[in-house]
């Protein structure tokens, strides 16, 4: 079965920031577009982020423009989440998903995807 693994959450000052990567233990994340959410207590999950297989489309949610930046080494078989000038309302827990079927219709919503990690806790407080 696949593995999603997120990796590099923590406490952060807002206005701080923090990369949070994703990869796979056991199989490639090469030819798979992959898209970040988060989920913070009592909301629901929100898509914020994504990236085509090759790298060559991005797309972000409004709330996370410009501050945020995606990105993937398919050679390292990892994809990464740069989190710039962080504010209170960015805590939740950060979640990488999968899509398997190269079908993408809304590449924010969760129902894309098949595959997701257990993610990675964010929390920006001062």
Not at 56 to 80: C, E, H, L, P, Q
Request: hydrophobic share 30%; proline share 4%; charged share 20%.
């Amino acid at each position: 079965h696949s593995q999603l693994v997120e990796s590099g959450g923590g406490l952060v000052q807002p206005g701080g920031s923090l990369t949070l990567s994703c990869t796979d233990r056991k199989f490639t994340l090469n030819y798979h577009d992959i898209a970040w959410f988060r989920q913070a207590p009592g909301k629901e999950r929100e898509g914020i982020a994504y990236i085509r297989d090759d790298g060559g489309k991005m797309f972000y949610a409004d709330s996370v423009k410009a501050r945020f930046t995606i990105s993937r080494n398919n050679n390292k078989n990892m994809v990464y989440l740069q989190m710039n000038d962080l504010k209170p309302e960015d805590t939740a827990v950060y979640f990488c998903a999968r899509n398997h079927d190269g079908t993408i219709i809304n590449p924010l919503s969760p129902s894309d995807y098949n595959t997701w990690g257990l993610g990675t806790q964010v929390t920006v407080s001062s």
